[in-house]
């Protein structure tokens, strides 16, 4: 959380995998890589939502996006209807779009029939970004996707044509400054050595671990910021 990256390892077989994942502030984007010691075949990245929404491709940029519409309308749920999400074709919620692209300098990266497939790599770099047609209050919302998906595209090309090292060190200078104003530190053992899983069971069966308290806290503050 120091640095504002989740970071997962793992091993399937006799490969070793990691994904780092965050969402940088300066370049606006969310950025995954994927990184393997063996080759990886068979990645698939999609997109999708439970909202009113259209799948389109940007070939030429190899640009995966989904147009999302909020409900004009929703209806409380302590109030019984028979049609409670609404959509209207004269009075739009507020229209969002995110763009996907990935990129690998080895093996085959192919955009088709609505999703993204990767094939014969060790690492992948995956970005995503959103424009949102909100533009504040009683400031006209932009609802054509035409206008959102350029406004998205051009910040893809953007973070995408950016060295990865250059990217992080953005990313790690304006996290700090907002991560760093808060500090907390509880009293008592570290048991940081052990599995996340190993440590909640101790708290389970009655065990102090004040210092786990000290990692949700950072860990709220964490999602708040990213």
């Known amino acids: 959380m120091e640095r504002g990256r989740a970071v997962t390892e793992f091993r399937i077989g006799d490969k070793g995998i990691s994904y780092e994942t965050y969402a940088s502030i300066p370049q606006k984007a969310v950025i995954l890589h994927i990184k393997s010691d063996t080759k990886l075949e068979g990645i698939r990245i999609w997109l999708e939502s439970e909202l009113k ?30 049609d409670p999400i609404q959509y209207f074709e004269d009075r739009k919620g507020i229209c969002l779009s995110v763009g996907i692209k990935a990129i690998s300098d080895e093996g085959k990266v192919l955009l088709k029939k609505g999703e993204i497939t990767a094939e014969n790599i060790n ?23 035409k206008l959102l998906n350029k406004r998205c595209k051009e910040q893809i090309r953007k973070v995408s044509g950016n060295l990865a090292k250059n990217l992080q060190k953005e990313h790690a200078e304006a996290w700090a400054k907002l991560f760093r104003r808060v500090k907390l530190e509880l009293e008592g ?4 050595e052990l599995p996340l899983d190993k440590r909640l069971e101790r708290i389970r069966l009655g065990g102090r671990d004040d210092k786990l308290l000290e990692v949700y806290f950072q860990y709220g503050r964490y999602l708040m910021i990213a």
């Open 53 to 82: 929404h259209q799948i389109t491709e940007d070939k030429p940029e190899e640009i995966l996006f989904l147009q999302n519409e909020a409900p004009g309308h929703v209806v409380p749920n302590y109030v019984e209807h028979n």
């Open 123 to 145: 690492e992948l770099t995956v970005y995503v970004c959103m424009e949102s047609g909100y533009k504040g209050f009683r400031e006209e919302r932009v609802e054509d996707f």
């Open 189 to 192: 053992a570290d048991y940081s």
